[in-house]
């Protein structure tokens, strides 16, 4: 069993549907948690950094982690075809993530229909 | 806009050939990072640096996987000799003492 699952998807959703992307993960020991976004034939990047449990928000996004059922999640209000891409969830034991390896999700593939 | 670069972008070779892949990391960043993705794996850390140390290799097969960094503006992986289920895309990333990594376009290589 992998350390993070991650429903592979894909999700389809109509354009300004709100998406519902979710991970789950047997180490108790992560802290802080990750949201990338991958655009097809490119790498990811950083979309959202929470810390512990609690929600953080930024614009359409908002980040959820439930430490106690080892569960986050990332929801997208109004989405838009701009937001079709795969989402990977990622996690650390340790704040300085930068100089450590992180544990990825093997994503969820999102499209967003016009 | 400083980016991390990665060569060659592509690359199709035969079994058993060496491929040398490279990644420039963002000036100034002391950490990088190999990844490698696959459909059926997902994102897998193979080695990463720092201050052109090697901390961790423990996810390259050793025998034919080797990574560098002779200097603090490259990074180079190797495969030799490489095999079909090789076939991947491999990304290298770089980061600054805090939490974000940066990751490169990737390069994707196809083993026949």
């Known amino acids: 069993q992998k350390e993070v699952e991650q429903d592979p998807g894909p999700l389809s959703v109509p354009e300004g549907a709100i998406v519902s992307l979710n991970c789950t993960y047997s180490n108790s020991a992560f802290q802080y948690f990750m949201w990338y976004r991958q655009y097809s034939r490119k790498g990811p990047e950083l979309l959202m950094y929470?810390?512990?449990?609690g929600n953080k928000e930024d614009g359409r996004f908002t980040a959820q982690v439930d430490k106690s059922s080892k569960y986050i999640s990332l929801f997208i209000r109004d989405s838009q075809p701009s937001d079709s891409a795969t989402y990977l969830c990622?996690?650390?034991?340790?704040?300085?993530?930068?100089?450590?390896?992180?544990?990825f999700g093997s994503g969820t593939r999102l499209q967003v229909q016009p | 806009d400083a980016r991390v670069t990665q060569t060659p972008r592509h690359k199709v070779t035969e079994m058993g050939q060496e491929v040398t892949m490279r990644c420039q990391p963002i000036l100034g960043h002391n950490t990088v990072f190999w990844y490698r993705q696959t459909m059926m794996q997902g994102l897998e850390l193979l080695a990463y640096?720092?201050?052109?140390?090697?901390?961790?290799d423990s996810g390259m097969p050793k025998d034919r996987f080797s990574a560098e960094m002779p200097d603090a503006t490259l990074a180079t992986l190797k495969i030799q000799p490489s095999e079909p289920r090789d076939s991947a895309v491999y990304f290298c990333a770089s980061a600054p003492d805090r939490y974000e990594q940066y990751f490169g376009p990737g390069t994707r290589l196809t083993v026949t």
């Open positions: 990622a996690m650390s034991t340790r704040m300085d993530t930068g100089r450590r390896a992180l544990t």
């Open positions: 640096f720092r201050n052109r140390a090697p901390l961790d």
């Open positions: 929470t810390y512990s449990s």
